[in-house]
């Protein structure tokens, strides 16, 4: 390859990379590393300019999945101490929608832990769909509620579910290495009943659990393969109590390169950075929305992410704008007004001053949370006793009683 900036000419005037180019970039040096950033960035402005979609989970049931991916902290016989919980109520889930929409969110992932839906779930979730729209018609809502059945994908595409989340993970050659209660072409059948019912298709990858390079690259060509249009990419993040647990192969320059191999295969389609990007890409994360054009906000499905300040902070410093927001900056200074009020009020009851819920100063000084019911500000990681960085058990959002940190 002459340069990563004819590459990206090339990409550019209608000729593919290759995977020998993906080859080429997973191998490149860290010295060459801005270079290759600044070439993918112009993939990345070519056809999402300057803008970033933000993206808002919510965790519809949490934990106790009988398949046993083993990334994952809700599998069969995982330790991790999550929040455990059945369905949210419709109007929690929508509740919980709004929080992320009000923070610049225009696309609602509303995701269910399991093997997959049964039709009542299904109509459950409809039901949770048709709420949500109803109040904000404009927001697109994902559903990722694992293997769908004949007609069920079409039941969501009715309710007005616009895309499907499935993620193909990681490369074939390795799923069973990772999961025994599935194969990589259940994986791939739901997908396609996703697309073939209508709902875009979103599926992407975990990077991290201990794939080459070919491998990953291998997976990129199967995403391809499988038309996805959104490609989240996950970097692991190793749960106490789950079989990958400890497992930390990335560093951050490679995460940037992951995510460059994505952008120069997949040129036009979505790409996310997703869970675990504070711990894998830590100082360079600003740097990753030049390559990557979407992000999830806040918190994850079971760990927390950083502060959603952070994430509009990272959005504004780089010079993007966020899709349905009038000003990124003004929402960003909107949400931090509100966050500082929350603040005030409660750092401005005087010693000895009643609550007007009765409880006195005293108690509103050792309580964990803010009077709307918001937690503290926390730190999204904290360091375990020998300094590795460890994740954060989601304590707060949906499931909980207390607001999340949107
Ligand atoms: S099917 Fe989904 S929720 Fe269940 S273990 Fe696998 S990834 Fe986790």
Not at 230 to 257: A, K, M, Y
Not at 262 to 270: N, T
Not at 377 to 406: C, F, H, K, W, Y
Request: contains cysteine.
């Amino acid at each position: 390859m002459d340069s990563y900036q004819s590459l990206a000419e090339r990409v550019l005037a209608g000729d593919p990379a290759t995977a020998s180019d993906a080859r080429t970039i997973l191998s490149s040096s860290d010295e060459d590393l801005l270079d290759l950033v600044a070439a993918a960035s112009r993939l990345r402005r070519e056809h999402f300019g300057n803008r970033v979609k933000v993206n808002y989970l919510v965790n519809l049931k949490s934990g106790l999945c009988p398949e046993d991916c083993g990334y994952c902290s809700q599998r069969l016989g995982s330790e991790a101490d999550i929040l455990k919980y059945s369905w949210l109520p419709k109007d929690e889930a929508k509740r919980q929608a709004e929080f992320g929409l009000a923070g610049g969110a225009s696309r609602v992932c509303l995701v269910a832990s399991g093997r997959g839906p049964s039709n009542r779930d299904v109509e459950r979730v409809s039901g949770m769909v048709e709420e949500i729209k109803t109040s904000s018609p404009d927001v697109e809502v994902c559903a990722c509620l694992g293997f769908l059945k004949d007609g069920q994908a079409q039941r969501l595409k009715d309710a007005g579910v616009d895309a499907y989340n499935h993620n193909l993970n990681t490369a074939e050659s390795l799923y069973p290495d990772i999961c025994t209660t599935h194969t990589f072409a259940d994986r791939v059948d739901t997908v396609d009943k996703a697309r073939g019912a209508g709902l875009s298709p979103c599926s992407g990858l975990i990077v991290g659990m201990g794939e080459t390079d070919e491998q990953i690259i291998e997976a990129i060509e199967s995403l391809k393969a499988v038309d996805s249009d959104s490609i989240p990419v996950n970097f692991l993040i190793p749960f106490d109590g789950t079989p990958l647990e400890g497992t930390w192969t990335l560093t951050p320059q490679h995460c940037l390169r992951i995510l460059c191999a994505v952008r120069f295969l997949c040129p036009d389609r979505e790409l996310r950075i997703a869970g675990g990007r504070e711990m894998h890409l830590r100082t360079l994360q600003p740097l990753s929305l030049h390559v990557a054009n979407s992000l999830f906000l806040g918190d994850y499905l079971t760990s927390e992410g950083q502060a959603a300040e952070e994430d509009l902070d990272m959005i504004v410093d780089g010079g993007f704008e966020i899709v349905g927001a009038e000003s990124a900056e003004r929402l960003r200074d909107e949400l931090k007004a509100h966050r500082a009020a929350h603040q005030a009020a409660f750092a401005e009851v005087a010693p000895g001053d009643m609550k007007s819920d009765g409880t006195s100063a005293e108690a509103a000084k050792t309580a964990s949370t803010l009077p709307c019911g918001k937690p503290l500000p926390t730190a999204g990681q904290e360091a375990d006793d020998s300094g590795v960085m460890i994740p954060t058990i989601r304590r707060r959002g949906a499931g909980t009683e207390l607001t999340p940190n949107v």
